[in-house]
Protein backbone atom coordinates (compact mmCIF):
# COMPACT_ATOMS: atom_id res chain seq x y z
CA UNK A 1 0.00 0.00 0.00
CA UNK A 2 3.11 2.37 0.40
CA UNK A 3 4.76 3.41 -2.20
CA UNK A 4 8.29 3.82 -0.59
CA UNK A 5 11.65 4.77 -1.48
CA UNK A 6 14.91 6.64 0.44
CA UNK A 7 15.52 8.97 -2.56
CA UNK A 8 17.45 12.57 -2.84
CA UNK A 9 15.49 15.42 -1.90
CA UNK A 10 14.84 16.96 -5.60
CA UNK A 11 15.50 20.68 -3.80
CA UNK A 12 17.61 19.60 -1.41
CA UNK A 13 20.25 17.54 -3.64
CA UNK A 14 23.06 16.43 -0.49
CA UNK A 15 19.86 15.09 1.38
CA UNK A 16 18.34 12.08 1.30
CA UNK A 17 14.49 11.82 2.37
CA UNK A 18 11.59 9.58 2.72
CA UNK A 19 9.43 9.42 -0.30
CA UNK A 20 6.05 8.25 -0.72
CA UNK A 21 4.49 7.54 -4.14
CA UNK A 22 1.51 5.82 -5.73
CA UNK A 23 1.28 2.37 -6.09
CA UNK A 24 -1.41 -0.57 -5.37
CA UNK A 25 -2.21 -1.65 -9.14
CA UNK A 26 -1.33 -5.11 -10.72
CA UNK A 27 -1.46 -4.15 -14.13
CA UNK A 28 0.81 -1.89 -15.30
CA UNK A 29 -1.21 1.61 -14.74
CA UNK A 30 -4.28 3.09 -14.67
CA UNK A 31 -5.32 3.15 -18.01
CA UNK A 32 -5.45 -0.86 -18.21
CA UNK A 33 -8.67 -0.53 -15.66
CA UNK A 34 -10.71 1.72 -17.78
CA UNK A 35 -9.77 1.45 -21.29
CA UNK A 36 -12.47 -0.08 -23.44
CA UNK A 37 -10.47 -1.41 -26.39
CA UNK A 38 -10.74 -5.50 -26.57
CA UNK A 39 -7.29 -5.84 -26.26
CA UNK A 40 -7.57 -4.26 -22.80
CA UNK A 41 -10.49 -5.93 -22.03
CA UNK A 42 -9.10 -8.94 -23.03
CA UNK A 43 -5.92 -8.29 -20.24
CA UNK A 44 -8.62 -7.73 -17.63
CA UNK A 45 -10.14 -11.27 -18.56
CA UNK A 46 -7.14 -13.21 -17.92
CA UNK A 47 -5.92 -10.77 -14.93
CA UNK A 48 -8.62 -12.22 -13.40
CA UNK A 49 -7.84 -15.83 -14.27
CA UNK A 50 -3.62 -15.30 -13.59
CA UNK A 51 -5.33 -13.85 -9.29
CA UNK A 52 -7.61 -16.90 -9.39
CA UNK A 53 -4.78 -19.29 -10.69
CA UNK A 54 -2.43 -18.29 -7.42
CA UNK A 55 -5.18 -18.74 -4.79
CA UNK A 56 -6.16 -22.24 -6.43
CA UNK A 57 -2.14 -23.06 -5.82
CA UNK A 58 -2.28 -22.44 -2.74
CA UNK A 59 -5.74 -24.58 -1.91
CA UNK A 60 -8.59 -22.52 -2.34
CA UNK A 61 -11.37 -23.57 -3.82
CA UNK A 62 -12.15 -22.30 -7.55
CA UNK A 63 -15.93 -20.66 -6.74
CA UNK A 64 -13.76 -18.90 -3.95
CA UNK A 65 -10.71 -17.94 -5.73
CA UNK A 66 -13.02 -16.39 -8.80
CA UNK A 67 -14.64 -14.35 -5.96
CA UNK A 68 -11.42 -13.08 -4.43
CA UNK A 69 -10.22 -12.11 -7.97
CA UNK A 70 -13.60 -9.98 -8.84
CA UNK A 71 -13.02 -8.04 -5.63
CA UNK A 72 -9.21 -7.33 -5.87
CA UNK A 73 -9.74 -6.14 -10.01
CA UNK A 74 -12.36 -4.02 -8.35
CA UNK A 75 -10.73 -2.49 -5.63
CA UNK A 76 -7.61 -1.98 -7.61
CA UNK A 77 -10.14 -0.29 -9.91
CA UNK A 78 -10.96 2.23 -7.55
CA UNK A 79 -7.22 2.55 -6.50
CA UNK A 80 -6.47 3.58 -10.40
CA UNK A 81 -8.86 6.43 -10.06
CA UNK A 82 -6.54 7.99 -7.57
CA UNK A 83 -3.47 7.40 -9.75
CA UNK A 84 -1.80 10.38 -11.80
CA UNK A 85 -1.06 9.53 -15.77
CA UNK A 86 2.31 8.34 -17.10
CA UNK A 87 2.24 11.86 -18.50
CA UNK A 88 1.22 14.06 -15.18
CA UNK A 89 3.96 11.55 -13.20
CA UNK A 90 6.58 13.56 -15.97
CA UNK A 91 6.26 16.85 -14.10
CA UNK A 92 8.84 16.98 -11.38
CA UNK A 93 7.32 20.25 -9.31
CA UNK A 94 3.72 18.56 -9.55
CA UNK A 95 5.24 15.34 -7.92
CA UNK A 96 7.00 16.83 -5.29
CA UNK A 97 5.20 17.98 -2.47
CA UNK A 98 7.06 17.84 0.80
CA UNK A 99 5.44 17.53 4.61
CA UNK A 100 5.96 16.98 8.12
CA UNK A 101 4.56 13.75 8.90
CA UNK A 102 2.43 15.74 11.50
CA UNK A 103 0.95 17.33 8.46
CA UNK A 104 0.42 14.65 6.32
CA UNK A 105 -1.39 12.67 9.00
CA UNK A 106 -3.83 15.16 8.91
CA UNK A 107 -4.93 14.43 5.64
CA UNK A 108 -4.84 10.02 6.17
CA UNK A 109 -6.70 10.09 9.56
CA UNK A 110 -7.08 6.27 9.38
CA UNK A 111 -4.26 5.60 8.34
CA UNK A 112 -1.33 5.35 11.33
CA UNK A 113 2.00 6.56 10.19
CA UNK A 114 4.45 6.61 12.57
CA UNK A 115 2.99 3.02 13.41
CA UNK A 116 3.70 2.36 9.87
CA UNK A 117 7.32 3.67 9.89
CA UNK A 118 8.23 2.09 12.51
CA UNK A 119 7.22 -1.26 10.94
CA UNK A 120 9.21 -0.10 8.08
CA UNK A 121 12.17 0.52 10.74
CA UNK A 122 12.08 4.55 9.48
CA UNK A 123 12.62 7.41 11.82
CA UNK A 124 11.68 10.74 10.15
CA UNK A 125 9.91 14.31 10.78
CA UNK A 126 9.65 15.02 7.11
CA UNK A 127 8.26 13.31 4.01
CA UNK A 128 8.20 13.67 0.09
CA UNK A 129 4.50 12.93 -1.30
CA UNK A 130 4.87 12.13 -4.65
CA UNK A 131 1.04 11.73 -5.33
CA UNK A 132 -0.73 12.97 -2.31
CA UNK A 133 -4.42 12.02 -4.06
CA UNK A 134 -3.30 8.20 -4.03
CA UNK A 135 -2.78 8.50 -0.12
CA UNK A 136 -5.83 10.48 0.84
CA UNK A 137 -7.97 7.65 -1.41
CA UNK A 138 -6.30 5.05 0.19
CA UNK A 139 -7.29 6.32 3.41
CA UNK A 140 -11.29 6.45 2.45
CA UNK A 141 -10.89 2.62 0.76
CA UNK A 142 -9.56 1.25 3.93
CA UNK A 143 -12.42 2.15 5.90
CA UNK A 144 -15.23 1.54 2.89
CA UNK A 145 -13.85 -1.89 1.84
CA UNK A 146 -14.10 -4.81 4.04
CA UNK A 147 -10.44 -6.24 5.55
CA UNK A 148 -11.03 -9.36 3.79
CA UNK A 149 -10.90 -7.93 0.27
CA UNK A 150 -8.02 -6.10 1.67
CA UNK A 151 -6.01 -9.62 3.08
CA UNK A 152 -6.83 -11.17 0.20
CA UNK A 153 -5.24 -8.34 -2.13
CA UNK A 154 -2.23 -8.16 0.29
CA UNK A 155 -1.86 -12.19 -0.27
CA UNK A 156 -2.47 -12.07 -3.62
CA UNK A 157 0.71 -9.95 -4.16
CA UNK A 158 2.97 -11.65 -2.16
CA UNK A 159 2.21 -14.47 -4.23
CA UNK A 160 2.38 -12.86 -7.13
CA UNK A 161 5.90 -11.01 -6.40
CA UNK A 162 7.21 -14.79 -5.22
CA UNK A 163 5.82 -16.58 -7.95
CA UNK A 164 8.90 -17.11 -10.94
CA UNK A 165 10.86 -18.00 -7.59
CA UNK A 166 8.18 -21.04 -6.63
CA UNK A 167 7.43 -24.15 -8.19
CA UNK A 168 6.60 -24.79 -11.35
CA UNK A 169 2.98 -24.26 -11.73
CA UNK A 170 3.58 -20.57 -9.76
CA UNK A 171 6.58 -19.63 -12.44
CA UNK A 172 3.83 -20.94 -15.37
CA UNK A 173 0.91 -19.29 -13.96
CA UNK A 174 3.09 -16.00 -13.43
CA UNK A 175 5.22 -16.44 -17.14
CA UNK A 176 1.79 -17.01 -18.97
CA UNK A 177 0.15 -14.00 -17.72
CA UNK A 178 3.27 -11.14 -17.47
CA UNK A 179 5.25 -12.72 -20.63
CA UNK A 180 2.18 -14.29 -22.61
CA UNK A 181 -0.73 -11.78 -22.02
CA UNK A 182 1.25 -8.70 -21.67
CA UNK A 183 4.09 -9.18 -23.67
CA UNK A 184 2.73 -11.59 -26.48
CA UNK A 185 5.89 -13.96 -25.23
CA UNK A 186 5.21 -17.81 -27.05
CA UNK A 187 7.79 -19.83 -25.41
CA UNK A 188 10.20 -19.70 -22.02
CA UNK A 189 13.61 -17.74 -22.55
CA UNK A 190 16.58 -20.22 -22.25
CA UNK A 191 17.31 -20.63 -18.08
CA UNK A 192 20.69 -19.02 -18.88
CA UNK A 193 19.69 -15.80 -19.97
CA UNK A 194 16.47 -15.93 -17.03
CA UNK A 195 19.55 -17.06 -14.20
CA UNK A 196 22.21 -13.88 -15.77
CA UNK A 197 19.18 -11.42 -15.52
CA UNK A 198 18.39 -12.51 -11.92
CA UNK A 199 21.72 -12.38 -10.53
CA UNK A 200 22.23 -8.83 -12.86
CA UNK A 201 19.09 -7.75 -11.28
CA UNK A 202 19.75 -8.98 -7.34
CA UNK A 203 23.42 -9.05 -7.13
CA UNK A 204 24.92 -6.83 -9.48
CA UNK A 205 27.88 -5.29 -8.73
CA UNK A 206 29.25 -8.84 -7.93
CA UNK A 207 28.55 -10.34 -11.41
CA UNK A 208 29.65 -6.80 -12.46
CA UNK A 209 32.95 -7.11 -11.32
CA UNK A 210 33.28 -10.37 -13.51
CA UNK A 211 32.10 -8.87 -16.86
CA UNK A 212 34.06 -5.19 -16.21
CA UNK A 213 37.18 -7.71 -15.89
CA UNK A 214 36.57 -9.68 -18.84
CA UNK A 215 34.91 -7.35 -21.34
CA UNK A 216 35.79 -3.93 -20.69
CA UNK A 217 39.28 -2.83 -20.86
CA UNK A 218 41.28 0.38 -19.36
CA UNK A 219 41.84 1.39 -23.50
CA UNK A 220 37.65 1.62 -24.34
CA UNK A 221 36.95 3.49 -21.22
CA UNK A 222 39.89 6.19 -22.35
CA UNK A 223 38.40 6.70 -25.69
CA UNK A 224 35.15 6.70 -24.45
CA UNK A 225 36.13 9.73 -21.89
CA UNK A 226 37.48 11.40 -24.98
CA UNK A 227 34.32 11.28 -26.69
CA UNK A 228 32.63 12.25 -23.66
CA UNK A 229 34.66 14.99 -23.33
CA UNK A 230 34.34 16.23 -27.36
CA UNK A 231 30.43 16.03 -27.40
CA UNK A 232 30.92 18.15 -24.19
CA UNK A 233 32.85 21.08 -25.86
CA UNK A 234 30.31 20.71 -28.94
CA UNK A 235 27.50 21.72 -26.73
CA UNK A 236 29.29 24.12 -25.04
CA UNK A 237 29.71 25.64 -28.74
CA UNK A 238 26.35 25.53 -29.16
CA UNK A 239 24.81 26.81 -26.14
CA UNK A 240 27.04 29.79 -26.94
CA UNK A 241 25.69 30.26 -30.09
CA UNK A 242 22.08 30.02 -29.35
CA UNK A 243 19.73 32.35 -30.69
CA UNK A 244 16.81 32.56 -28.93
CA UNK A 245 18.22 32.41 -25.03
CA UNK A 246 19.23 35.22 -22.97
CA UNK A 247 23.17 35.82 -21.72
CA UNK A 248 22.20 35.48 -18.47
CA UNK A 249 20.55 31.81 -19.03
CA UNK A 250 23.12 30.82 -21.15
CA UNK A 251 25.36 31.38 -18.48
CA UNK A 252 23.77 29.22 -16.08
CA UNK A 253 23.11 26.38 -19.00
CA UNK A 254 26.93 26.45 -19.53
CA UNK A 255 27.65 26.06 -15.65
CA UNK A 256 24.97 23.33 -15.68
CA UNK A 257 26.76 21.79 -18.00
CA UNK A 258 30.26 21.95 -17.08
CA UNK A 259 29.45 20.79 -13.71
CA UNK A 260 28.52 17.28 -15.42
CA UNK A 261 29.57 14.01 -13.66
CA UNK A 262 30.78 11.72 -15.83
CA UNK A 263 30.73 8.06 -14.61
CA UNK A 264 31.91 5.32 -17.67
CA UNK A 265 31.92 1.47 -17.12
CA UNK A 266 31.56 0.52 -13.54
CA UNK A 267 32.12 2.11 -10.21
CA UNK A 268 35.17 3.02 -8.70
CA UNK A 269 34.33 1.34 -5.44
CA UNK A 270 31.89 -1.56 -5.53
CA UNK A 271 28.86 -3.14 -3.35
CA UNK A 272 29.54 -5.43 -0.47
CA UNK A 273 26.84 -8.37 -0.05
CA UNK A 274 28.07 -9.96 2.91
CA UNK A 275 25.45 -10.39 4.90
CA UNK A 276 23.60 -12.17 1.92
CA UNK A 277 22.38 -15.77 2.59
CA UNK A 278 22.83 -18.25 -0.48
CA UNK A 279 21.76 -21.69 -0.29
CA UNK A 280 21.60 -23.62 -3.38
CA UNK A 281 18.14 -25.49 -2.63
CA UNK A 282 16.36 -22.29 -1.64
CA UNK A 283 16.05 -19.95 -4.31
CA UNK A 284 12.84 -17.78 -3.30
CA UNK A 285 14.81 -18.02 0.27
CA UNK A 286 18.08 -16.19 -1.32
CA UNK A 287 15.55 -13.59 -2.76
CA UNK A 288 13.88 -12.84 0.41
CA UNK A 289 17.80 -12.47 1.81
CA UNK A 290 18.63 -10.41 -1.06
CA UNK A 291 15.36 -8.04 -0.75
CA UNK A 292 16.16 -7.67 3.02
CA UNK A 293 19.91 -6.86 1.66
CA UNK A 294 18.77 -4.01 -0.15
CA UNK A 295 16.14 -3.05 2.09
CA UNK A 296 18.61 -2.89 4.87
CA UNK A 297 20.96 -0.57 2.11
CA UNK A 298 17.80 1.88 1.22
CA UNK A 299 16.99 2.75 5.08
CA UNK A 300 20.51 3.22 6.12
CA UNK A 301 21.32 6.09 3.59
CA UNK A 302 18.63 8.39 5.88
CA UNK A 303 20.47 10.99 7.94
CA UNK A 304 24.10 10.22 5.86
CA UNK A 305 25.73 12.04 3.32
CA UNK A 306 24.24 11.19 -0.02
CA UNK A 307 26.70 9.22 -1.73
CA UNK A 308 27.30 10.95 -5.34
CA UNK A 309 29.61 7.77 -6.22
CA UNK A 310 27.36 5.25 -6.04
CA UNK A 311 25.74 3.63 -9.55
CA UNK A 312 21.87 2.64 -10.47
CA UNK A 313 22.87 0.63 -13.53
CA UNK A 314 25.13 -2.38 -13.26
CA UNK A 315 28.49 -2.41 -15.36
CA UNK A 316 26.50 -5.37 -17.77
CA UNK A 317 23.57 -3.09 -18.38
CA UNK A 318 22.87 -1.95 -22.10
CA UNK A 319 21.67 1.45 -21.24
CA UNK A 320 22.88 4.94 -20.86
CA UNK A 321 21.13 7.52 -17.72
CA UNK A 322 21.23 11.14 -16.81
CA UNK A 323 20.07 11.59 -13.01
CA UNK A 324 19.23 15.29 -12.35
CA UNK A 325 19.50 15.40 -8.79
CA UNK A 326 23.28 14.38 -9.63
CA UNK A 327 24.23 16.07 -12.39
CA UNK A 328 25.18 12.89 -13.65
CA UNK A 329 25.73 10.78 -16.95
CA UNK A 330 26.55 7.53 -16.61
CA UNK A 331 27.38 4.90 -19.58
CA UNK A 332 27.79 1.43 -18.11
CA UNK A 333 30.32 -1.04 -19.62
CA UNK A 334 27.49 -3.23 -21.24
CA UNK A 335 26.56 -0.49 -23.70
CA UNK A 336 30.08 0.15 -24.47
CA UNK A 337 30.35 -2.77 -27.65
CA UNK A 338 28.97 -2.98 -30.82
CA UNK A 339 26.43 -2.09 -31.94
CA UNK A 340 26.96 1.07 -30.08
CA UNK A 341 30.66 1.29 -29.79
CA UNK A 342 33.37 -0.69 -31.59
CA UNK A 343 36.74 0.31 -30.28
CA UNK A 344 38.23 -1.01 -34.04
CA UNK A 345 35.27 1.03 -35.92
CA UNK A 346 35.52 4.10 -37.81
CA UNK A 347 34.60 7.61 -36.36
CA UNK A 348 31.34 7.48 -38.19
CA UNK A 349 30.42 4.47 -36.50
CA UNK A 350 31.39 5.60 -33.40
CA UNK A 351 29.71 9.04 -33.11
CA UNK A 352 26.86 7.74 -35.35
CA UNK A 353 26.15 5.06 -32.19
CA UNK A 354 27.48 5.86 -29.10
CA UNK A 355 27.84 9.46 -29.81
CA UNK A 356 24.30 10.27 -30.19
CA UNK A 357 23.44 8.13 -26.67
CA UNK A 358 26.55 10.58 -25.03
CA UNK A 359 24.57 13.64 -26.33
CA UNK A 360 21.17 12.18 -25.77
CA UNK A 361 21.97 11.54 -21.94
CA UNK A 362 23.61 15.29 -22.10
CA UNK A 363 20.55 16.87 -23.57
CA UNK A 364 18.83 15.37 -21.06
CA UNK A 365 19.98 17.73 -18.56
CA UNK A 366 17.87 20.33 -21.02
CA UNK A 367 14.92 18.48 -21.67
CA UNK A 368 11.55 19.52 -20.40
CA UNK A 369 12.22 17.96 -17.18
CA UNK A 370 16.16 18.23 -16.60
CA UNK A 371 16.29 22.19 -17.46
CA UNK A 372 14.48 22.19 -14.07
CA UNK A 373 16.70 21.25 -11.95
CA UNK A 374 20.01 23.52 -11.63
CA UNK A 375 24.30 22.61 -11.70
CA UNK A 376 23.83 20.68 -8.23
CA UNK A 377 20.87 19.07 -9.17
CA UNK A 378 18.26 21.40 -6.95
CA UNK A 379 14.79 21.22 -8.29
CA UNK A 380 15.13 25.29 -8.92
CA UNK A 381 13.72 27.41 -11.68
CA UNK A 382 17.23 29.10 -13.28
CA UNK A 383 15.30 30.40 -16.57
CA UNK A 384 14.71 33.62 -17.52
CA UNK A 385 10.87 33.79 -18.04
CA UNK A 386 11.44 34.78 -21.95
CA UNK A 387 13.38 31.76 -22.22
CA UNK A 388 11.09 29.36 -20.40
CA UNK A 389 8.52 30.40 -22.46
CA UNK A 390 10.63 30.45 -25.73
CA UNK A 391 11.94 26.86 -24.87
CA UNK A 392 7.78 25.57 -23.94
CA UNK A 393 7.12 26.85 -27.35
CA UNK A 394 10.09 25.28 -29.18
CA UNK A 395 8.91 21.73 -27.36
CA UNK A 396 5.44 22.39 -28.76
CA UNK A 397 6.28 21.63 -32.14
CA UNK A 398 8.32 18.25 -30.60
CA UNK A 399 5.00 17.14 -29.07
CA UNK A 400 2.96 17.91 -32.29
CA UNK A 401 5.36 16.18 -34.80
CA UNK A 402 5.76 12.89 -32.61
CA UNK A 403 2.04 13.17 -31.80
CA UNK A 404 1.29 12.33 -35.43
CA UNK A 405 2.99 8.88 -35.30
CA UNK A 406 1.41 6.05 -35.10
CA UNK A 407 1.57 2.18 -34.35
CA UNK A 408 -0.62 -0.81 -35.27
CA UNK A 409 -2.19 1.08 -37.51
CA UNK A 410 -4.32 3.39 -34.61
CA UNK A 411 -2.68 3.78 -31.98
CA UNK A 412 -0.78 7.44 -31.97
CA UNK A 413 2.44 7.99 -29.74
CA UNK A 414 1.58 10.24 -26.96
CA UNK A 415 3.76 13.39 -28.05
CA UNK A 416 3.98 14.55 -24.16
CA UNK A 417 4.38 11.56 -22.60
CA UNK A 418 7.33 11.17 -24.82
CA UNK A 419 8.64 14.61 -24.56
CA UNK A 420 11.98 14.44 -23.03
CA UNK A 421 13.49 11.07 -24.82
CA UNK A 422 12.58 13.14 -28.14
CA UNK A 423 14.30 16.03 -27.46
CA UNK A 424 17.14 14.50 -26.69
CA UNK A 425 17.02 11.99 -29.21
CA UNK A 426 17.11 15.14 -31.84
CA UNK A 427 19.55 17.00 -29.52
CA UNK A 428 22.13 13.99 -29.32
CA UNK A 429 21.95 13.49 -33.12
CA UNK A 430 22.76 17.43 -33.79
CA UNK A 431 25.57 17.24 -31.03
CA UNK A 432 27.15 14.12 -32.11
CA UNK A 433 27.20 14.89 -35.83
CA UNK A 434 28.81 18.11 -34.66
CA UNK A 435 31.63 16.53 -32.86
CA UNK A 436 32.05 14.17 -35.89
CA UNK A 437 33.01 17.14 -38.22
CA UNK A 438 35.64 17.55 -35.95
CA UNK A 439 37.27 14.26 -36.71
CA UNK A 440 39.59 13.56 -39.73
CA UNK A 441 36.79 11.22 -41.29
CA UNK A 442 34.08 13.39 -40.58
CA UNK A 443 36.41 16.60 -42.76
CA UNK A 444 36.73 14.11 -45.76
CA UNK A 445 34.84 12.51 -48.36
CA UNK A 446 36.69 8.81 -48.04
CA UNK A 447 33.93 6.31 -49.04
CA UNK A 448 33.82 2.98 -47.60
CA UNK A 449 31.36 0.11 -49.16
CA UNK A 450 30.58 2.76 -51.40
CA UNK A 451 29.16 5.17 -48.38
CA UNK A 452 29.78 8.45 -47.57
CA UNK A 453 31.01 9.58 -44.07
CA UNK A 454 28.02 11.22 -43.45
CA UNK A 455 26.12 8.31 -44.58
CA UNK A 456 28.06 5.94 -42.68
CA UNK A 457 27.18 8.33 -39.54
CA UNK A 458 23.10 8.35 -40.10
CA UNK A 459 23.19 4.61 -40.85
CA UNK A 460 25.11 3.92 -37.65
CA UNK A 461 22.30 5.79 -35.70
CA UNK A 462 19.75 3.98 -37.11
CA UNK A 463 21.11 0.77 -36.90
CA UNK A 464 21.83 1.47 -33.25
CA UNK A 465 18.02 1.14 -32.88
CA UNK A 466 16.85 -1.88 -34.90
CA UNK A 467 15.07 -4.02 -32.68
CA UNK A 468 11.36 -5.88 -33.23
CA UNK A 469 8.51 -6.03 -30.67
CA UNK A 470 5.25 -8.19 -30.26
CA UNK A 471 2.16 -6.05 -31.19
CA UNK A 472 1.27 -6.93 -27.14
CA UNK A 473 4.54 -4.89 -26.08
CA UNK A 474 3.98 -2.05 -28.80
CA UNK A 475 0.71 -1.83 -27.17
CA UNK A 476 2.03 -1.74 -23.63
CA UNK A 477 5.13 0.50 -24.31
CA UNK A 478 2.72 3.02 -26.20
CA UNK A 479 1.28 3.27 -22.62
CA UNK A 480 3.75 3.38 -20.09
CA UNK A 481 7.33 4.24 -21.90
CA UNK A 482 8.50 7.66 -22.27
CA UNK A 483 10.34 6.38 -25.28
CA UNK A 484 9.23 6.77 -28.65
CA UNK A 485 8.91 3.56 -30.83
CA UNK A 486 12.10 3.09 -32.00
CA UNK A 487 11.36 3.51 -35.95
CA UNK A 488 9.92 6.73 -34.77
CA UNK A 489 12.61 8.15 -32.45
CA UNK A 490 15.25 7.31 -35.73
CA UNK A 491 12.88 9.13 -38.33
CA UNK A 492 11.62 11.61 -36.07
CA UNK A 493 15.05 13.10 -35.41
CA UNK A 494 16.93 12.43 -38.67
CA UNK A 495 13.71 14.41 -40.38
CA UNK A 496 14.53 17.35 -38.15
CA UNK A 497 18.68 17.26 -38.70
CA UNK A 498 19.97 19.04 -42.83
CA UNK A 499 23.08 17.33 -42.61
CA UNK A 500 20.68 14.03 -43.25
CA UNK A 501 19.04 15.94 -45.77
CA UNK A 502 22.03 16.53 -47.51
CA UNK A 503 23.76 13.25 -47.24
CA UNK A 504 20.98 11.45 -48.91
CA UNK A 505 19.59 14.14 -51.06
CA UNK A 506 16.06 13.90 -49.82
CA UNK A 507 13.51 16.66 -51.58
CA UNK A 508 10.30 17.99 -51.47
CA UNK A 509 7.74 14.89 -51.92
CA UNK A 510 10.38 12.35 -50.01
CA UNK A 511 8.44 10.43 -47.53
CA UNK A 512 11.13 11.48 -45.12
CA UNK A 513 11.12 15.18 -46.09
CA UNK A 514 9.70 17.28 -43.58
CA UNK A 515 8.78 21.22 -44.58
CA UNK A 516 11.77 23.40 -43.16
CA UNK A 517 9.46 25.64 -41.01
CA UNK A 518 8.25 22.45 -38.88
CA UNK A 519 12.10 20.96 -38.15
CA UNK A 520 13.12 21.23 -34.37
CA UNK A 521 15.32 23.93 -33.66
CA UNK A 522 16.12 23.58 -29.97
CA UNK A 523 19.53 22.34 -28.85
Avoid at 16 to 38: C, E, H, K, M, W
Avoid at 236 to 246: A, G, Q, V
Avoid at 309 to 319: F, G, I, L, Q
Amino acid sequence: MFGFGVNLDDKISTKNIVGLSQTGLGLPNRDYYFNTDAATQNIRKEYLKYIAKLFTLTGTDQARADKQASAILDLETAIAKSHSTPTELRDPIKNYNKFAVADFQKQVPDIDLKNAFGRMLVKTDTILVGQPTYYQALNNLLKTRPIAIWKAKVKFEALSHAAPYMSKDFDHAHFDFFKKVLNGAKVKEERWKIVTVVIDGSLGELLGQLYAARYFKPEAKQRMLTLVNNLQAVYKSRIEKLDWMSAETKQRALAKLEAFTKKIGYPDKWKKYDDVQIDHTMYYKNMQSIARHDYQEMIQKLGKPVNKTEWDMTPPTVNAEYDPTFNEIAFPAGILQFPFFDFAADDAINYGAIGTVIGHEMTHGFDDQGRQYDKDGNLKDWWAKMDADQFKTKAQVVVDQYSQYTVLNNLKVNGNLTLGENIADIGGLAIAYQAFKMTEQGKGDVKINGLSPDQRFFLSFAQAFRGKNRDEVTRQLISIDVHSPEIHRVNGSVSNNEAFYRAFNINPGDKMYRPENERVRIW
